[in-house]
Nanobody, 123 residues
Framework: QVQLVESGGGSVQAGESLRLSCAGS????????IGWFRQAPGKEREGVAC????????YYGDSVKGRFTIVRPNAARTVYLEMSRLTSEDTAVYYC????????????????WGQGTQVTVDS
């Protein structure tokens, strides 16, 4: 059974940093394109960052460019989302997703999803 598990969420103050982790069971993340998404109450799911399984090429949503970094350490089988200079606008449930073929910031392109982790930024 394929399972993605996010961790590292929590409550922080504006301007602080947080690192989220995405681990997989029944699925080798190293062989998959990985995306991070977020969804705030009343809003659509938004693509935050994604990383290629082939050459670790990364893409970012406009709202997080320069503040968030998606990282896939060699052989770690974990993908991280390093978030800095957080603002209240970053408050959301964050999800990681995986797909063996498609790489994009669109949620519909991903096959496997985690349950999400809550990030709350207090201003």
């Amino acid at each position: 059974q394929v399972q993605l598990v996010e961790s590292g969420g929590g409550s922080v103050q504006a301007g602080e940093s947080l690192r989220l982790s995405c681990a997989g069971s029944g699925l080798n993340l190293d062989n998959n394109n990985i995306g991070w998404f977020r969804q705030a109450p009343g809003k659509e799911r938004e693509g935050v960052a994604c990383i290629s399984s082939i050459n670790n090429t990364t893409y970012y949503g406009d709202s997080v460019k320069g503040r968030f970094t998606i990282v896939r350490p060699n052989a770690a089988r974990t993908v991280y989302l390093e978030m800095s200079r957080l603002t209240s606008e970053d408050t959301a449930v964050y999800y990681c997703a995986a797909d063996p073929l498609r790489l994009s910031l669109q949620a519909r392109h991903y096959t496997f999803w985690g349950q999400g982790t809550q990030v709350t930024v207090d201003s």
